[in-house]
């Protein structure tokens, strides 16, 4: 599709993304930013089917996908990654909580638009949960937290805490993503100057964040040596002077702001039942993709968890952390992890002309072996497949399991290919999944959002789509047309 961007006829009423109402700043009892609006995201990493497979790379089985489970958001925001996950599990149950009622109401009407009755949103606060001695418990197979835990106060996290202890199912596993040491060692005196700078300017929170932007970048046009001693501040505010100003008040303008090492995330978690099991980003649990070579030996030599993560971190200079934890789950045998394995479908998530050969890492780009790979995505070029049937491919049928297992997951951690464990999902031409992509693009539209993330079945996940290059779709997007 070039230029020209219109409605598909008879999609539902677009939804508003956001805006930037004057007026109160901070939620008065939990300091949070209210005044103005997160921006409308989708996170991959959210997806209880991405969350499984993350937990199968550490040797762990999430919650089954194809019965009935239910998934908590706590601070959900607009509700878009909960809502497109709905539409493709509809034995799941999808439950978002958020205190600003800008993003509930959007949520809410995402969810009517997409007709979706596995969904559903609230107007509370973390302490609401906590202190609902009525609500349920025990209810959660998965409780997700997207970029919460560094932006509340210790008493919300406490909140938080109770919350996962109380709903959190024997099984279940928590999600978590935060700011994390040692990357932000340098950086946190940029954010300590944005909040003073902040407190002293006026207008609209977009204005004020306009103003703090541009003080920022005065600062550091004065040759301040602060900048040649952290040269990483550079890049660091280019990102803060191109991002949508509603995430930079929520990512860097809030009251409260913590940094983690892992260790205290890792601790705070332990206190409430959920012990760490990995990272929620796939490519962190392949060690070709994870980390370079030699602190992977050092890694591996470590004698605990704490001690691997420590070095990972440093080796990455690591600022934030997806981490998974879960409620007493033991680690499978070998025998249990093959089956879960063998129950796994795969499925090319990009272009096969887009799977390049070599892979970019933080620390440095990676040459994938054409004669191993490209058979496998050849395969998977022409649809969706089973474990055995690409272990069967040459030359990986001369290969161990283990080895199968490992390319398979090296094409997972370079997202070229997705793996969808207990091949959970809908069918092709599920209607929830249409109306949800109707909406969602309806939406889209409506606010001039050229990239947009659609429900796609064959990868139980989301394809993200640019509006001007929708030709040869490596899978189907029901419900999406584009009119060109
Ligand atoms: C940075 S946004 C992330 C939104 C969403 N998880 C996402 O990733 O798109 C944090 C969200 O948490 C909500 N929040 C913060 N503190 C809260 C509290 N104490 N109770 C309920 N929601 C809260 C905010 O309103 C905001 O929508």
Redesign the pocket.
Known sequence: MTGNRQAPTGTPKAIPGGGTPEGMVLDES?R?F?GIA?PR?Y?QELNPASIAYAALQCGYQAPRLDRPFRYL??????G??PLLFASLFPQGHFMG????PV?VTSAEGLRQAAGLDNASFSA????DLATDERGPSGDCDFIV????MS??SET?RR?IGAVIRRRLKPGGIVYASYNCQPGWAGKMPIRALMVDAYAVTTGTVEERVNKVRAFLRQMADTGALYFDANPAIKQQLEAIESLDAGYVA??YLNEYWRVFYHKEMATFMGGHGAGFIGSGTHADNVPLLAVPEKPRALMAAMPTSLLREGVRDMALNRQFRRDIYANGLAPLSLDALLTVHRGTRYALARRRADCAMVVPRSFGDVALHEGFFAPLLDRLAAGPAMFDELAALAPLNEWAVADQVQALQVLVGADYVRAIVDGAGVAADSPTVRRFNQAALAAALADDQPDVALAAPALSGALRVHLDDTADLPVDLPGATFSA
Request: hydrophobic share 30%; aromatic share 22%.
């Open positions: 939990h949070y209210t997160y995201r996170y958001d706590l601070g959900c925001g607009h878009y990654s909580v958020d205190f600003n993003h509370a606060s973390f302490q937290m997207h970029g919460i932006w509340v919300v909140e929520h990512e």
